[in-house]
């Protein structure tokens, strides 16, 4: 089994920043794209941001410029900088990462979730 612990959510005020991490543990053989999604309340859960194993970095239109996705292979950890935070980014953020244990078949886990509340 992998867990993941995210961490770094928080109250910022408009323009501020907040740095979320989310480190995988346990029976870890391999992590190929690990990624951030959000949810805000009454809204779908989305993709913001994700990076793979070789490097390649994916963005929503609206956090582009803004956050930064970065990922430390040998603390199996991931990171998104947020940068510029707007009220439009508060929700609720959930680390993914895509695992495999055998090199054929790959699974996803997700985090707990880390509420990010973006007010004055």
């Known amino acids: 089994q992998v867990q993941l612990a995210e961490s770094g959510g928080g109250l910022v005020q408009p323009g501020g920043s907040l740095r979320l991490s989310c480190a995988a543990s346990?029976?870890?053989?391999?992590?190929?794209?690990m990624a951030w999604h959000r949810q805000a309340p009454g809204k779908q859960r989305e993709l913001v941001a994700s990076?793979?194993?070789?490097?390649?970095?994916n963005y929503a239109d609206s956090v582009k410029g803004r956050f930064i996705i970065s990922r430390d292979n040998a603390k199996n950890t991931v990171y998104l900088q947020m940068n510029s935070l707007k009220s439009e980014d508060t929700a609720v953020y959930y680390c993914?990462?895509?695992?495999?244990?055998?090199?054929?078949?790959?699974?996803?886990?997700w985090g707990q979730g880390t509420q990010v509340t973006v007010s004055s």
């Open positions: 993914k990462i895509e695992h495999s244990s055998s090199g054929l078949v790959k699974t996803d886990y």
């Open positions: 346990g029976r870890i053989f391999r992590i190929y794209t």
């Open positions: 990076i793979t194993s070789g490097g390649s970095l």
